[in-house]
């Protein structure tokens, strides 16, 4: 079992930046994939940026590169997502996910292990 709890959201101007934290409970931190999503209200989940367990591999939603960065850190157990030249289209509310433990997930509904989210809003 794995207890994801994200932190770091807040108000921004555009242009500006935001670091957002998912600390993870339980054993065997980097032997999880993690993900970073976003929602807003009437739409569905959006993929953002994931990790490999051994934080040597990255992905990026197209919408976000060049502006994000996905890290970890395993001494801390936490998955990091730093924001840089936030958008007003970046306003969501952030989720942190893991799948199960050694999988590799293609998409949303391979991650197993959800956070309740942290709100990000980014005005013009």
């Known amino acids: 079992q794995v207890q994801l709890v994200e932190s770091g959201g807040g108000l921004v101007q555009a242009g500006g930046s935001l670091r957002l934290s998912c600390a993870a409970s339980?054993?065997?931190?980097?032997?999880?994939?993690m993900g970073w999503f976003r929602q807003v209200p009437g739409k569905e989940r959006e993929f953002v940026a994931s990790i490999s367990g051994s934080g040597g591999s990255a992905d990026y939603a197209d919408s976000v590169k060049g502006r994000f960065a996905i890290s970890r850190d395993h001494a801390r157990s936490t998955v990091y997502l730093q924001m840089n030249s936030l958008k007003p289209e970046d306003t969501a509310v952030y989720f942190c996910?893991?799948?199960?433990?050694?999988?590799?997930?293609?998409?949303?509904?391979?991650?197993?292990?959800w956070g309740r989210g942290t709100q990000v809003t980014v005005s013009a």
């Open positions: 339980g054993q065997n931190f980097g032997t999880y994939y």
């Open positions: 996910a893991a799948p199960r433990k050694y999988y590799i997930p293609s998409d949303a509904k391979d991650y197993r292990y």
